[in-house]
């Protein structure tokens, strides 16, 4: 092996061990001179409340904030418990779910739209709601799916004219005849009573809660207080678009 | 076994089975045979495949899901080094841009003012024809969108068959300034850094960028660190707020233009305190500035020199320029006089479309330079693209006026003569003078011929210039009402620039065809076409092959090589011709592969070295230099100029710019004034006018606009401005007014303080909306050196609409 | 005393790949196993505290060449070791609100 990329490779592993240590130190040195000040001195004054620390910083200033900690508290408190009792779910009520979902997906797969105002030039508080989930006055705000992700209006935008006044008239046409992958229904089961498999991919949905926690409506878990889920659903290869190792011509 | 040595064991088993179960699931194809009505309910039926997102110059792979000969689903590629399973609002909805009600499926002519439509073949002849009359009036307009085939073909055709250079491209507009940058000061252009700086990185310096909009996928690399536990500190040099200002620690705000006092002033600072890096300034760099007439190359300084020439950019005499306060004037110095953090400086349009876009990117490189923040991972200068392939086809093919494959230039005789060598073309075929820049070439096309307007012949694929270029009022719309001027386009959809065309070519797009780009980070990509392209679309290349295959039946003697073969013959593995330009035959060979192992011979002789086709086809990108290793395996390139990485360095020399200018393997330091830009605000146009992007939409939004969720979430344009100028010019939310400039004028509504923050005395007007064609406003003033206008500012006033006007 | 059996994800390129494995080998405090087709290698992690596990793990996923890092199998034999609300969840079902850390500090 190269000496040189050893030696980077020993220094990455190095550095995120000194890290902390190296914190310490520059801070020591704030007090100093001007010229000799660091460079990390100046990153350690308060931050003005711009910098999303994802620990902190991101219920600030956002329309869509839940103006008192309290209420989100008590939101959170009326959440129900994973061993309540499970409402029964119909097939009509599934297909209901599986449709509301559809709206705002152009396949199944893709990120849905957000259906309410967000902050448009600001980093908005969307994990002040949707970091667990909760049940805002009969509508739910799903926990988000996937890992947490910083910047999330990357690929959610919303689903109506986010500016005032009125529209442009006029432009190319908006009309599209994508025809998106519809979310599936059922997976397979093996038998009668045999726990199905899942029938969409899991790719940036691992959480299966999100979807199939205590607050959703139609697709809901009915044992919500088994956290493993992939222990009895096995996730399908056939679905997941991964094995891609050999593409042919 | 202790316990420990138990655990040790069980733990190995369990992660052994994992791997292994993993592994196994990740077998291509379905195990377990599924009921076919049951297989399509839940998708299993869906085939997927690799393919470089359409849009911006990141270059993530998606994975493009097909039924049934249509796109119906788009993921992220997991396998992807550049976005890792991630992307944007705009990649996940890109299967949708194929599928717009109003793609264009039939060639159409404009005769008596209407579009009627034509064949294939009459169309193909058209234009052969008009070439065969005048072929020095005839030039191609191409993109940084061209794939690398498509950009190569157009390029032959002009410069290897045609004999002249009337060739240039839309990324003349947008990158334009970037090569300038790294050709004067590594002499060779395209960074020598890569995304992992983006893993690696301490800080952050955002110079006039925009990433969390622009480059989404890039962003979140770098901020999803924060996530994971780690620390990385964003500084956003700009002239508005922007939503990548919300994640800064710093936000600089500067007066437009002012951003070269700026990279002085960190000059003066390292220097004034001995703070630089004197041996890697000792051992790797030499120092530059511009004579009276700027050049590439301009004029040597010593180190004494230039330490005298920045020491008037104090950061007190900078704050007075830039308004910039000197205390965070002096926290960017310091931050660059610390080697034991890693530095990465982003820029796009903000540091290219800018009169002094040469100037501030040499700059840029040369703080860098000066301070030692070079050659580390996570420690360097990155300049970022706009569009998918504006390295691998512009900047790499050479599609300019200047340009030949491979970093060649048309205007050196020696690179003329290796081109004809490898063309087999008999000698004096290429011109040694160079072709007109784009806003020259549109100038000349909407100047009558009699007032010196040489340019007759315009053809334009894959960009949009009715609605891009600057000052569209002057370059563009005059050549619609000019005798004898006669516009081609091949596009997909309906755009301005179709609208008034006088041969408009439907064009298959994306996943329609085979292709390959090239990414910011020097990354090649292929793809291969999954679905048919609708109607009578067809790919660019092929039309390109199939004029110039007319041509050859006309007997134009530049379709000829030495032999009198035809210039873009093809043949099979038994040696038999393909008439690949014959659409039944097309895609009797894949054309994309010939026509890439004929560029690719160009690419060793600027150490730009490309690895054959089919290694393409097995990776998500590779990024070039591609060499073989000693067993034979093709290995891509992380950092260029960069002992132990690029396989082009000498053994202990650490660094070796081995194209250097000054050939001493040193890059160069520039030095560059401060000057005001060309027009500023005054009394009569008191406000700056920036323009730019958003997130959804990408460029002049023929694509991105006909995508109903992209659409619904960024429906229409805006004037961005300030809440205090609004409330003086007693302004509302949603109103609409006039925007004006000395070139014209627009109504649009006013969004306070909306997507971003202008500060008072500024406005931003995004470009995507064909509604409001903002570019009949801006300035055509471009750089000295680069020839890229300057979008980003020029003087404009407002007033209200005297009538609510509804379009 | 921790020990962790864990699955680390390559990336394609094998160039890197060789690199991170010899980088990895280095480090006393991990074994590596066999590696299982495609770019899965198992591994598992012996350090003395969970704090230096937790630094070893983020160090890891930062190694060049590696893609990911999944955990196959953690010891709890241990227990006293977290603390109660430390106790391991796929995901903590109640995190402490942001604002109750400015009250505490």
Known sequence: MDPLLRRRLTLVIAAAASATALAGFFSGLAERPRRARSWASYVSRPLEGRVPT???????????????????????????????PVPPTDDAQRAAALARRALRRAYDGAPPTVPHPVAQGDFPACLTCHRDGVDVAGRVAPAMPHGELGSCLQCHVVSEAPMPGEPIAGGPPSDNSFSGLQPPLRGERAWLVAPPTIPHATVMRGRCESCHGVLSQGIRSTHPWRESCTQCHAPSAALDQRPMAAVTP | MDRREFLRFTAMTAATAAASRVALAQAPGPTVALDPALAQRMGADVRWDKAPCRFCGTGCHVQVGVRGGRVVAIAGDQLAPVNRGLLCVKGYHVGLALYGSDRLTRPMLKRNGRHEPITWVEAVDIIARRIMA??????????????????????????????????????????????????????????????????????????????????????????????????????????????????????????????????????????????????????????????????????????????????????????????????????????????????????????????????????????????????????????????????GTVREVGTTANGLPGGLVVTNAEHRHEAEELWHLPPGRISGTPGHHAVELWRRFSTAAAEGGDISTIWVQVTNPGQSLPNVNKLFKPSRALPDKFLIVSDVYPTATTRDADLILPSAMWVEKNGMTGNSERRTQQWFKMVDPPGEARPDVWQTLAVAHRLFELGHPGMR?????????????????????????????????????????????????????????????????????????????????????????????????????????????????????????????????????????????????????????MPQAYLEMNREDAQRLRLQDGQRVVLETRRGAITLPVWIEGRGAPPPGSVFVPFFDERVPINELTLEAHDPISKQPDYKKCAARIRPAADPERR | MPVAGLVITFCEDEGLRACAVEALAADPRITLGEAQRGRKLPLVTDTETLEEQQELWRALVNVPGVLTLDLAFEDFSDVGDFSSDELPSRWNKQPRHPEDDHGSA
């Not at chain 2, 992380?638 to 081995?658: C, I, K, L, S, T």
């Not at chain 2, 009394?683 to 990408?698: D, I, K, M, Q, S």
Request: net charge positive; charged share 25%.
């Open chain 1, 54 to 84: 994802y620990a902190q910083e991101r219920e600030r200033r956002h329309p869509n904030r839940l103006r008192h900690a309290s209420n989100l508290a008590a939101m959170t408190a009326q959440r129900p418990g994973v061993l309540d």
């Open chain 2, 134 to 391: 005048r072929p020095a009036s005839f030039a191609v307009y191409g993109s940084g969108q061209w794939t690398i085939p498509e950009g190569f073909a157009a390029l032959k055709l002009v410069k290897a068959g045609l004999g002249t250079n009337l060739i240039d491209p839309n990324a003349r507009l947008c990158m334009a300034s970037a090569v300038t940058g790294f050709l004067s000061t590594y002499g060779v252009d395209e960074p020598a850094a890569c995304f992992d700086d983006l893993d690696r990185a301490d800080a952050v310096v955002l110079w006039g960028n925009n990433p969390a909009e622009m480059h989404p996928v890039l962003f979140s690399r770098i901020v999803d660190r924060r996530a994971r536990g780690e620390r990385v500190d964003l500084i956003d040099i700009g002239t508005r707020r922007t939503r990548t200002t919300a994640f800064a620690q710093h936000f600089l705000q500067f007066k437009p233009n002012t951003d070269l006092a700026i990279a002085n002033c960190i000059a003066q600072q390292l220097l004034a305190s001995g703070r630089h890096d004197p041996r890697f300034v000792e051992r790797f760099c030499n120092f530059r500035q511009d004579t009276a007439q700027p050049s590439l190359n301009g004029a040597p300084l010593t180190f004494a020199q230039y330490r005298q020439r920045v020491a008037r950019y104090t950061p007190e005499y900078t704050e007075r320029i830039s308004g910039v306060p000197a205390r965070d004037l002096r926290m960017l110095a310091d931050l660059f006089a610390d080697r034991s953090k890693r530095i990465v400086s982003l820029w796009c349009m903000g540091m290219n479309q800018h009169t002094r876009g040469t100037a501030i990117n040499r700059m840029v490189h040369g703080v860098h330079l000066l301070s030692g923040h070079w050659g580390r991972p996570g420690d360097g200068p990155q300049s970022l693209t706009g569009q998918p392939s504006a390295c």
């Open chain 2, 561 to 713: 090589d030495r032999d009198g073969r035809f210039l873009f013959a093809m043949t099979r593995p038994d040696g038999t011709e393909v008439p690949a330009w014959d659409w039944a035959h097309f895609h009797d060979v894949n054309v994309d592969e010939k026509l890439f192992e004929d560029y690719r011979r160009f690419t060793s002789i600027k150490h730009k070295n490309l690895a054959p086709y089919g290694e393409y086809v097995r990776h998500r990108g590779l990024r070039w230099p591609v060499v073989q290793d000693r067993a034979g395996a093709w290995r891509e390139t992380r950092y260029r100029f960069v002992e132990g990485e690029d396989p082009f360095v000498a053994a202990g020399r650490g660094v070796q710019f081995y194209h250097s200018v000054t050939r001493d393997d040193k890059a160069l330091i520039w030095f560059h004034d401060y000057e005001p830009p060309p027009e500023s605000p005054d009394a009569e146009y008191p406000f700056w006018l920036c323009t730019g992007r958003v997130l959804e939409h990408w460029h002049t939004g023929s694509m991105t606009m006909r995508v109903p969720q992209l659409r619904r979430a």
